[in-house]
């Protein structure tokens, strides 16, 4: 049964909580963004949807699941029946790759953050809230029979309301989490800010990743984050800016590390870059020519991670924020099972001193991006003897990237 309701979000889950409802609200704003909010016995079980569901449980698999690369993973997060993303995180609680205490905490942010947004939203906007009850036993036996938490509506929403008001308050209201900050004056930017902060403005400040990916990257509370921009923004030298949400990742057998199929005897090659895209390249260039593939994008995940996969190749990005590849490329030259892998830096600063710091770090090479399918392939060619056939060759890449 489906019921229409006029009253704001926060008064309705008030009142559905205490009716103990168990069911679904679908939620639909003026420009037609969806979300849908999941209750069982007036307790909080899901919340889905909004202008970036994707970008959202990419930045909460690597907080709370860091063992798992959502661009690579075996996981089918295209898997699309109700309470889609929340069948992948009982299959990552089954295969053990979170721990239940994580899964109620991602639970919790992932409601938190979609809360935000709705408040938010209707402080402008109208939102048409529509509920959809359904019996305890079908709701549960519909994919949510083992539920990983029953959270409290009420104690969600506050906190959310809270982060709102705050919000507000600093003078952010204009701009949502869920925008982008970018660069407009470069050069101007330069003249006016210090060195290490320009650098880091030209690494972070793509204008593609909101502020919201830059928080959780950083480790940064967002509103702090927001409002230190701020000065930069009344003075034009930055822009903060709605973008579009990240794709989902193509579920592919093909592609991802299968330990009980994957031909253990081709090199494993690593790239280590905090960039998306940079990853999606790499990996396409490297899979398409045989090799088994791992990426890693959180700087201080690098080592234990290499460690553990133990990769015959690393391509390792220079500018990574908290610890930089130097850093990194020193680490792991300190672990006796790493010391003689061949270590390529990837940088857009090809200096002398780039150089000479690379050199004294332990690095093999390097190269400079934008990422070149022929200098990656000589790159491989020249450090890793591979016996086996390369499955496209340099010509047939060029065509498929």
Known sequence: MTNKRSANLDTQLIHLKQKQFTGHLNIESSDKTLWRIYLCLGRLVWADGGVHPHRSWKRLIDTYCPKVDWYISRIDFSYKPDCG??????????????????????????A????????QVETTQQLIITSEVASTSS??????????????????????KLAWLTWHKKGLAKWSPNFAPVMRKQERLKEEVPGIVYQNFLKLLDGQSTLRDLSSRMGKDVRKLTSSLVPYVDQQLLNIIAVDDI????????????????DLSRPLIACIDDSPQICKIMEKIITQRGYRYLSIQESLQAVPSLIKANPDFIFLDIGMPIVNGYEICTQ???????????????????????????????ANAFITKPVEVDKIISTINKHIVNNSEPILGTSQLHNSI
């Open 139 to 160: 709701f549960l036996t519909s994919g949510l029979q083992m539920s990983i938490s029953l959270v409290n509506v009420e104690q969600v929403l506050q906190d959310a």
């Open 247 to 262: 794709a989902i990742p193509q579920y592919s057998q093909q592609l991802a590390i299968d330990k009980e199929t994957a």
């Open 332 to 362: 792991v030259r300190r672990v006796a099972k790493l010391k003689n892998i061949p270590i390529v830096f990837l940088t857009g600063n090809d200096g002398i001193v780039d150089r000479v710091r690379a050199k004294v770090s332990g």
């Open 85 to 110: 993303d929340y069948q992948a995180l009982k299959i990552l609680l089954e295969q053990k790759l979170i721990e239940r205490e994580q899964a109620i905490e991602l639970v919790k942010t992932r």
């Open 112 to 119: 938190t953050e979609i809360l935000f947004d709705l408040l």
